[in-house]
């Protein structure tokens, strides 16, 4: 069965899951570019498993953008954002986050 944010998981510990997310995410960059080279986040996609009726969803990608104003500062951290509902992620992942970022030449 999915995991479900508002039935098995709650808004707050999803919120957490989109932290972890995000983390994630800048390791994946990391293998590609070093972390130094981030100029700015361009972009945030959060995709949240939701149970019916939860509708807190910005609330849960709130995670992600929020650690990555906290890393990069008010200026660089600042993207646009997508949050998004679904019924059901790949590998019954509750949050799953995406990000772009711009490279310093």
């Not at 808004?11 to 800048?26: G, P, S």
């Not at 986040?41 to 807190?56: K, Q």
């Not at 969803?57 to 998004?84: C, M, Q, W, Y």
Request: net charge negative; proline share 5%.
């Amino acid at each position: 069965f999915p995991v479900t944010i508002g039935r098995e998981v709650t808004a707050e510990d999803a919120k957490e899951l989109a932290q972890i997310c995000a983390l994630n995410a800048l390791a994946a960059i990391s293998l590609v570019a070093d972390l130094d080279q981030i100029e700015r986040v361009v972009r945030v996609g959060g995709f949240v498993n939701a149970a019916p009726g939860f509708t807190a969803i910005p609330g849960v990608v709130n995670g992600a953008s929020e650690l990555l104003i906290k890393v990069f500062g008010d200026i660089n951290g600042k993207h646009a954002r997508t949050a998004v509902g679904v019924a059901e992620l790949p590998l019954n992942a509750p949050v799953e986050i995406e990000l772009i970022v711009q490279l310093k030449n």
